[in-house]
């Protein structure tokens, strides 16, 4: 943004509970979490009348923006620093998950930044706040509000005004990028300073600022960074929808000097795709009248334009995409005899014990996007025969060369039926099973196509030990069509696997390197002793259909074209 050089924020406080900001951020998720896909807000904020705290210049406004978590508040993202202006239009644009059936508190803060100082936190740095609700602007679309000081006092005149608008599950996007040449020149010792400025024009006449480019310093013919906007954003997804673009010449000071602007619709853009260019004149409306031979005052071009489209999970899932799901057990030592009525692996004929309880409500789920029903069973941490060595990714069908069970059911014999002939060791090393699915997921990726999405159910007694190797493990997998589901069985201390799971911070290699994406999910059974199994599956479930969306999206691999059913297609195979 052009307006943030020199302005340096301090680090942000912890990201607030279910808010999002960018892909990957991490969504906390409680036991009843649905599994539909959450309404994704985009808010947009300008200001009016603030307060003028500096001597010399202007306040340079920035707003930070913050969601109520626990009764405390917590800063989910913040806007560019815009400088030495009262009336501020901010280009950043914040994005929220909406979530009816809840009240989510939101506050808006704005503070006059300080060059290197970055945002402060003193009484004289705040320019004012203001409180209000998810709901509230949803419903209103347009909310203003006079900001407040602390203890209630008016902050003069200034209002804030926040713009929402939803993302369609069908939302696309746009990648643009725009040069200039033979722009007017506006300094007196140098040449201008020129950024863009895109506008929505609305059906009430209003313009919506929609993306404002980087200064490019001392420039007559700037080449502008490549951007993305979403196709709702750029034009309500209508592509005659009126847009207005302008070029100023930055001023330090906020006093920017226009240049020019023109008009153009979404349809007219397109015609830049491939190796087509459109440009327009860059007109000054008072040059135009005043000076006879006025021809323009520079020319906008459009370099290119790429149209991305954004699909949902359904789209992939519709399109043909199967879910493989693989099921590995903990057998080692610490579970206890499975003879013994006290051992996690005690077979009670009467009542399930929990990793099968776990098994059988994460399978289920699973089971409905897989169209052959086999399921991949793996176990670690036993000695098994006939050799009777230890081994940390075997079949516990006991067949090497074909590791699947037929359904659910056929996991759960195959389960009861192993006990018996195993024995219970260690050590708890789960990177070999991690990269065992990991490298059937990579033959996958080397089709190119959205046709198989591989979910690992890792359901374990202890903490990780060979924790180390499970971080470069998972990290790899990142990369792949792969999401990674721990359930902690039994009363052990999990602290340390929260490590595993993104929500705390961004999971990394031994060696630094971040995971792609979030695809780690931990929840402690205990926690769903007394809920019904559909709540355990609810919860670890949850961030899957946006891991696979995340997947498919980075890879730029769009669904697969529906199959035409069979006559027979509609009929279940025999149990």
């Known amino acids: 943004m052009p307006f943030a050089h020199g302005a340096a924020c301090p680090p942000p406080r912890p990201a607030a509970h279910r808010a999002t900001a960018t892909m990957g951020d991490a969504t906390e998720l409680s036991p009843q979490a649905p599994l539909a896909a959450v309404s994704k807000v985009e808010l947009r904020v300008s200001c009016k009348h603030l307060l003028d705290r500096d001597t010399l210049n202007k306040s340079d406004p920035c707003v930070l923006l913050l969601m109520q978590s626990q009764g405390q508040w917590m800063e989910v993202d913040r806007s560019e620093v815009i400088k030495s202006n009262l009336n501020p239009v901010f280009a950043k644009i914040f994005t929220v998950d909406y979530y009816f059936e809840e009240v989510q508190k939101l506050r808006f803060e704005v503070y006059d930044s300080h060059g290197h100082a970055g945002v402060g936190t003193h009484d004289d740095d705040f320019l004012g706040g203001m409180e209000c609700t998810v709901g509230q602007i949803v419903a209103q679309k347009r909310v203003t509000k006079p900001l407040f000081l602390k203890y209630g006092k008016f902050a003069g005149k200034s209002t804030i005004t926040v713009i929402s608008e939803e993302i369609s599950g069908n939302n696309g996007y746009v990648e643009l990028a725009f040069r200039a040449k033979k722009l007017d020149d506006k300094d007196l010792f140098s040449k201008s300073d020129p950024f863009l400025e895109i506008y929505r024009i609305d059906d009430d006449r209003s313009e919506q600022l929609v993306y404002r480019t980087e200064v490019v310093k001392n420039n007559l013919s700037p080449i502008w960074e490549p951007f993305k906007v979403s196709l709702n954003s750029l034009c309500s997804c209508e592509e005659k929808r009126k847009l207005r673009c302008v070029v100023w010449d930055y001023d330090s000071r906020g006093k920017h000097d226009f240049i020019g602007e023109f008009f153009t619709t979404f349809e007219e853009m397109q015609k830049a795709m491939g190796e087509n260019k459109v440009q327009w004149d860059c007109m000054n409306p008072k040059y135009k009248i005043k000076k006879r031979n006025y021809k323009n005052s520079g020319v906008v071009v459009l370099l290119d334009l790429k149209i991305h489209r954004v699909y949902s999970f359904l789209d992939y899932i519709m399109g043909g995409c199967q879910i493989h799901f693989t099921v590995a057990i903990d057998f080692t030592a610490s579970n206890g005899d499975p003879r013994n009525s006290c051992s996690l692996h005690y077979i009670n004929p009467y009542q399930p014990n929990e990793y099968l309880k776990a098994l059988v409500a994460v399978g289920e789920i699973c089971q409905d996007y897989d169209s052959d029903k086999k399921f ?65 997921a990579a033959d996958e990726e080397r089709t190119k196509e959205a046709s198989q999405y591989f979910i690992l159910l890792i359901l374990t007694d202890g903490v990780v030990t060979d924790m180390a190797d499970t971080r470069e493990a998972i990290v790899r997998a990142s990369y792949l069509p792969m999401s990674i589901i721990i359930v902690g069985v039994g009363n052990a201390d999990f602290t340390d696997m929260q490590i595993l799971d993104g929500d705390d911070g961004i999971l990394r290699s031994p060696k630094g390197e971040p995971v792609l994406r979030d695809i780690v999910q931990f929840v402690p059974f205990r926690e769903f002793k007394n809920a019904s199994p559909t709540a355990l599956a609810k919860c670890v479930l949850a961030e899957v259909p946006k891991q696979v969306v995340e997947y498919y999206s980075y890879k730029a691999f769009p669904p697969r074209c529906p199959q035409p059913e069979t006559p027979d297609s509609n009929l279940s195979s025999p149990q």
């Open 376 to 440: 991949s069973a793996l176990g670690f941490g036993a000695r098994i025969p006939p050799k009777y060595e230890v081994s940390h990714d075997f079949a516990i069908n006991f067949n090497p060369d074909n590791d699947e069970c037929e359904g659910i059911q056929g996991v759960v014999e195959s389960y009861q039926s192993c006990l018996p002939k195993i024995q219970l060791y260690g050590p708890t090393n789960v990177a070999p099973i991690i990269s065992k699915v990991a490298r059937v």
